[in-house]
């Protein structure tokens, strides 16, 4: 159980368009989900934290009007990295905590973004 | 500021060995702490969440230890096999429940047949 599905696993896009990953909870309502992004070798660093029906709390450094964050639904998060540069590319991963586990996380399967 | 440190950062062991992961943390005040495994390219894994109150847990061949106190904590790893090949990666509830986890770098085990 508390399984967190992420699509697409992979994604190359070109420089200046945009690309939307979802996550979604399968068996579970999970009211915060966390965003990670991961660059080669390092460990993950956490971008945004988003909750259901409000806007997204957004970390020191990240830009908020790049990165968008959505979370309409107890089971559907999206993050919508719009006009895409190279230096974008990476590694996202979600994340929902479960209060009802001790506050443990689940990850999604991650999504390999790539921009040519 | 919360700091968490994993030694070593990789690791290469023959098939059969038992082996030990470190992982040490700069704030005790820690909601849990959760190990998770990554396989490349791929997300996380939860493989064991021990709660600040708790010393230890265990789950088949893995067991990990909490010394909140000291601000470590183990992953012991019984009679690896090739497929717990993976980098290993320890990280902190920071700040309560509703706080941030905060990751190590990971270490990264290879178990050769």
């Known amino acids: 159980g508390a399984v967190v599905s992420q699509h697409p696993s992979w994604v190359i896009c070109k420089s200046g368009t945009s690309v939307k990953i979802e996550c979604r909870s399968l068996?579970?309502?999970?009211?915060?989900m966390f965003w990670y992004r991961q660059f080669p070798k390092q460990s993950l660093m956490l971008m945004a934290t988003?909750?259901?029906?409000?806007?997204?709390?957004?970390e020191q450094g990240v830009e908020k009007d790049k990165f968008l964050i959505n979370h309409a639904s107890l089971t559907l998060s999206t993050l919508t990295v719009t006009s895409a540069h190279p230096e974008d590319s990476s590694f996202y991963i979600c994340?929902?905590?479960?209060?009802?586990?001790?506050?443990?996380?689940?990850f999604g399967s991650g999504t390999r973004l790539t921009v040519v | 500021k919360q700091e968490v440190t994993q030694i070593p950062a990789a690791l290469s062991v023959p098939e059969g060995e038992n082996l030990v992961l470190n992982c040490s943390f700069t704030?005790?005040?820690?909601?849990?702490l959760q190990w998770f495994r990554q396989d490349p390219g791929k997300g996380l894994t939860s493989l064991l969440l021990?709660?600040?109150?708790?010393r230890e847990q265990t789950s088949g061949r893995l067991n990990a230890s909490l010394d909140k106190s000291s601000g470590r904590s183990t992953l012991y790893i019984a009679a690896s096999q090739p497929g717990d090949s993976a980098t290993y990666l320890c990280?902190?509830?920071?700040?309560?429940?509703?706080?941030?986890?905060?990751f190590g770098k990971g270490t990264k085990l290879s178990v050769k047949p």
């Open positions: 994340s929902a905590r479960l209060r009802d586990r001790g506050y443990g996380y689940t």
């Open positions: 068996d579970f309502q999970a009211t915060t």
């Open positions: 988003s909750n259901e029906g409000s806007k997204a709390t957004y």
């Open positions: 704030d005790s005040a820690i909601y849990n």
């Open positions: 021990i709660q600040s109150s708790q």
């Open positions: 990280a902190v509830l920071d700040g309560g429940s509703q706080g941030n986890l905060i």
